[in-house]
């Protein structure tokens, strides 16, 4: 049983480009959640969606972010004209209901140059 | 918003000590979570709370649940060198759909 995919692990970007992060949810579960992390800090929530969904977005830039969650295929994590504050890593979670376990994936290391 | 502080920062410690670390908070959380973090990868359920003065074991991992339910700690037995790594708390209310709130977590380091 395959865990939460992330592609790519690794993304390096000019600033001004888009970035494009994907996830595969662990297979039945249709609850995906975003969260970035910058170094030496904790994970910091961004946006929860559930399939063609999204239920949260209380953590996400109002600007040049945006999540989607179609009925077929990954998650998308798109930032669009990139800077270099929004150089960090980019976690995907994955979760059978709302209140239940959390099963992150490896991550996609955003660097902006 | 809602925000954890964990303590301590670090930590240095000789392999087959205990250790002890833990999270607090100004607001309540419902669920309390530990994870674990290696280099380059995601962060791994450790061990998970629900009701306030639980207290949960993993092997050597313990950890309880505050009765104030601001608080957690979490206990590691007799260290072992692959126990490095990067420990974080998060907390979680079933009113916030979901989303878990992290500390900033605690850098464990075994020296063998």
């Known amino acids: 049983n395959a865990g939460v995919m992330q592609n790519p692990r690794h993304l390096v970007r000019r600033r001004g480009q888009e970035a494009r992060l994907r996830c595969s949810p662990m297979?039945?579960?249709?609850?995906v959640y975003w969260y970035r992390q910058l170094p030496e800090e904790g994970l910091k929530f961004m946006v929860y969606?559930?399939?063609?969904?999204?239920?949260?977005e209380s953590g996400m830039p109002k600007e040049r972010f945006s999540a989607e969650f179609p009925k077929e295929g990954p998650s998308i994590l798109r930032i669009q004209q990139v800077v270099r504050g929004d150089s960090a890593a980019y976690f995907c979670?994955?979760?059978?209901?709302?209140?239940?376990?959390?099963?992150f994936g490896p991550g996609t290391r955003l660097t902006v140059t | 918003g809602q925000q954890l502080n964990q303590s301590p920062q670090s930590m240095f410690i000789q392999e087959g000590e205990d250790v002890s670390m833990n999270c607090t908070s100004s607001?309540?959380?419902?669920?309390w979570l530990w994870y674990k973090q290696d280099p380059g990868e995601g962060p791994v359920l450790l061990i998970a709370?629900?009701?306030?003065?639980e207290l949960t074991s993993n092997g050597r991992l313990t950890a309880q649940f505050g009765i104030t339910r601001k608080d957690s700690f979490l206990n590691i037995s007799a260290s072992i060198p692959s126990d490095v790594g990067i420990y974080f708390c998060?907390?979680?209310?079933?009113?916030?759909?979901?989303?878990?709130?992290f500390g900033d977590g605690t850098t464990l380091t075994v020296k063998p």
């Open positions: 979670a994955s979760s059978s209901g709302q209140g239940n376990e959390q099963y």
């Open positions: 297979k039945g579960h249709s609850h």
């Open positions: 969606l559930q399939k063609e969904n999204i239920i949260d």
């Open positions: 607001s309540i959380f419902n669920t």
């Open positions: 709370l629900y009701k306030a003065g």
């Open positions: 998060a907390g979680r209310l079933e009113t916030n759909a979901g989303k878990s709130t």
